[in-house]
């Protein structure tokens, strides 16, 4: 029943910004954790941001941290992902995902319990 939808991935440079959003149904969308993980070519999925249910925290891998921002509008039932100062390194399939257990902070795969279908982000020099 539950279903997450991205949009926004494209054709970036190096240096480029770009915002992804994910829109969810089928769940109390304000009272779950929510975050964005990416797969590239021929590497396993790897956790990129996650959003606490009120968006009062939120954590990041070391490799965007300072570079990506995630947000939330629960009136919307929204989760963005703003990338900042991409790199080639940043190409991949970016999923979002909502966490298993409402009120819980989600950071490891495991720890989420629904998957979106990807929006791709390709880098061209």
């Known amino acids: 029943q539950v279903q997450l939808v991205e949009s926004g991935g494209g054709l970036v440079q190096a240096g480029d910004s770009l915002r992804l959003a994910c829109v969810a149904s089928?769940?109390?969308?304000?009272?779950?954790?929510m975050g964005w993980f990416r797969q590239a070519p021929g590497k396993e999925r790897e956790f990129v941001a996650s959003?606490?249910?009120?968006?009062?925290?939120?954590m990041y891998s070391d490799s965007v941290r300072g570079r990506f921002s995630i947000s939330r509008d629960n009136s919307k039932n929204t989760v963005y992902l703003q990338m900042n100062s991409l790199k080639p390194e940043d190409a991949a399939v970016y999923y979002c995902?909502?966490?298993?257990?409402?009120?819980?902070?989600?950071?490891?795969?495991?720890?989420?319990?629904?998957w979106g279908q990807g929006t791709q982000v390709t880098f061209s020099p």
């Open positions: 959003i606490t249910w009120r968006g009062e925290r939120a």
């Open positions: 089928g769940l109390t969308f304000s009272r779950y954790a």
């Open positions: 995902a909502a966490g298993r257990t409402p009120f819980i902070m989600a950071i490891r795969s495991s720890e989420f319990g629904s």
